[in-house]
């Protein structure tokens, strides 16, 4: 897409959790469906962001085949798989569990696991062929990274809060950093701009947002209930 295209709208970007929240919306509360879907904004993220999201997706994937084998075999030993889970994972797979939980049968939730997989597939496509307007550097700054280190507890939100910094104050369509990680950026977004302000000035301050501070003219039906 044209810069010309970009600067007419409103860029924001957006941290990995927005994204796995859209791919997920059917598990995850689809928070971030309407943000993304939206023609009004331009959606941009960073290599850090993009390059979390493919490792998320690769993580979590055999986690999907040991929830179908579980539905179609009825011996099946998870010792037989190695598999790590992340603490994001746990979680992921409790809402998964509770979702399929709801079928009446073994079949009916077969059925409806294997419907969201495919789906999931679709909107990962769609992700990287549409939806994301912009795909911008890192953040080159080291030292940065060290300082904000000191208020973000994941190593991974660190380079992301960075790289949103490093984009906003380099780029004249400036906006806002969309998170739904609760836990490590926006609940420390003071203590965060107080860092970047002390590191580097004004213009590197963020405008830390959930996707429904967001306020936008076209709204969207709800996805369809699985």
């Known amino acids: 897409m044209s810069e010309e295209t970009l600067s007419e709208r409103t860029a924001v970007f957006l941290d990995t959790c927005v994204l796995l929240n859209y791919l997920y919306q059917e598990w995850e509360g689809g928070r971030a469906v309407e943000l993304l879907e939206t023609a009004e904004l331009a959606h941009v993220v960073s290599e850090s962001v993009t390059e979390e ?7 979590r994937g055999p986690v999907y085949d040991d929830f179908v084998t579980f539905l179609v075999e009825s011996e099946f030993d998870p010792d037989d798989r190695d598999i790590w889970i992340a603490g994001n994972d746990q979680s992921h797979v409790r809402n998964i569990q509770y979702v399929l939980s709801r079928a009446e049968t073994a079949r009916e939730a077969q059925t409806r696991l294997r ?3 495919r789906l999931i597939e679709l909107r990962a496509s769609r992700l990287r062929e549409e939806l994301l307007d912009d795909i911008v550097e890192q953040n080159p700054e080291f030292e940065l990274q060290f300082r904000i280190a000191d208020v973000v507890p994941n190593s991974a939100d660190v380079k992301i809060v960075c790289d949103a910094a490093y984009w906003c104050a380099n780029n004249r369509r400036q906006g806002p950093l969309v998170s739904l990680d609760d836990d490590d950026i ?3 977004r003071d203590g965060i701009n107080e ?10 301050c963020l405008d830390i947002v959930v996707p429904e501070d967001i306020v936008l003219t076209q709204l969207r039906e709800p996805p369809e209930e699985l």
Do not use: A
Not at 195 to 204: D, M
């Open 53 to 59: 999201f493919e490792t998320v997706l690769e993580r």
């Open 115 to 117: 419907r969201v997989l």
């Open 186 to 188: 926006v609940r420390h």
């Open 195 to 204: 860092t970047l302000r002390t590191e580097r000035g004004e213009r590197w």
